[in-house]
């Protein structure tokens, strides 16, 4: 049985050399880059933001300001990389605090849904006998029995709706939520990009769901057959932790697989 997540499933159409050191040499690494940086605190910021309110406690915008500040002061270290030339630390942090308060001033009091579940961590079972990582930011359902799968997002670029509509991610983690919600009237995906303070949505069709889960164990049948692991040079290797053990960077020899079998595959638990 093999653990499978969008993060994985993407990881190995962007670049299937950086999948076998990630994935199957089971390689760590400490860089990541400031964008990641920004993004995984600003996540856990609405993350305390609403799971306090769960217990009954509505933080104060300066309440959560303050828990962010003082992660990014805590957290911070020599392996996370400013790619772009024209930035800096401060910048990214002010593109957090900028995100996170216009979100504050947006939603407050935070009581337009009911809260379901915060940073889920559960899995959906694929016909094959695989799983897929299903972490919600937050599930939530309003008065008339829908249900809404909340992503937050701190891109620097906006995405089209077109592209939403073919959004894997959401859409899956829908599929579980269908099948251990059967109340639910309706599911659906709900994404804030937060640097613009924009909120979009989009929704699925039962057919477009099993088209989906279909597609997804296809791409799992893809994986677990692939033989070799070329790389994938593109503008994307400036933000990869793996830049330093690549050959088409540092002149290393290339890693030939002899296919991926489902025990040696990691569970991912990222988003």
């Known amino acids: 049985m093999?653990?499978?997540?969008n993060s994985k499933l993407s990881t190995f159409d962007q670049c299937k050399y950086k999948f076998r050191l990630q994935y199957i040499e089971r390689i760590r690494t400490d860089i990541q880059c400031i964008e990641a940086f920004m993004g995984s605190l600003v996540h856990d910021a609405l993350e305390k933001l609403y799971k306090d309110l769960q217990s009954g406690k509505l933080n104060s915008k300066d309440e959560l300001l303050e828990y962010y500040l003082r992660r990014w002061k805590e957290d911070w270290n020599d392996n996370i990389l400013v790619v772009k030339e024209y930035a800096n630390p401060e910048m990214y942090q002010n593109i957090g605090v900028e995100s996170l308060l216009n979100y504050y001033d947006k939603y407050h009091p935070f009581d337009q849904l009911k809260i379901i579940g915060v940073e889920t961590n559960e899995k959906l079972d694929l016909s094959n006998g695989d799983k897929y990582y299903v972490k919600i930011d937050r599930l939530a359902a309003d008065d008339l029995g829908n249900y809404y799968v909340i992503d937050y997002k701190t891109n620097s670029s906006l995405k089209r709706q077109e592209e939403l509509d073919r959004d894997r991610q959401l859409a899956m983690y829908s599929i579980w939520v269908r099948e251990n919600y059967p109340e639910a009237k309706d599911v659906k995906l709900v994404w804030n990009f937060l640097a613009f303070n924009e909120e979009f949505s989009s929704s699925r069709?039962?057919?477009?769901?099993?088209?989906l889960k279909l597609e997804v164990?296809?791409?799992?049948?893809?994986?677990?057959s692939c033989n070799e692991f070329p790389t994938n040079k593109s503008k994307l290797c400036d933000y990869c932790g793996y830049k330093s053990m690549c050959h088409e960077w540092v002149g290393k020899k290339k890693i030939v697989g002899k296919g991926v079998k489902k025990q040696t595959i990691l569970g991912d638990f990222s988003s």
């Open 217 to 224: 164990e296809d791409k799992i049948k893809e994986i677990e």
């Open 205 to 211: 069709t039962a057919d477009d769901l099993v088209r």
């Open 2 to 5: 093999g653990i499978y997540s």
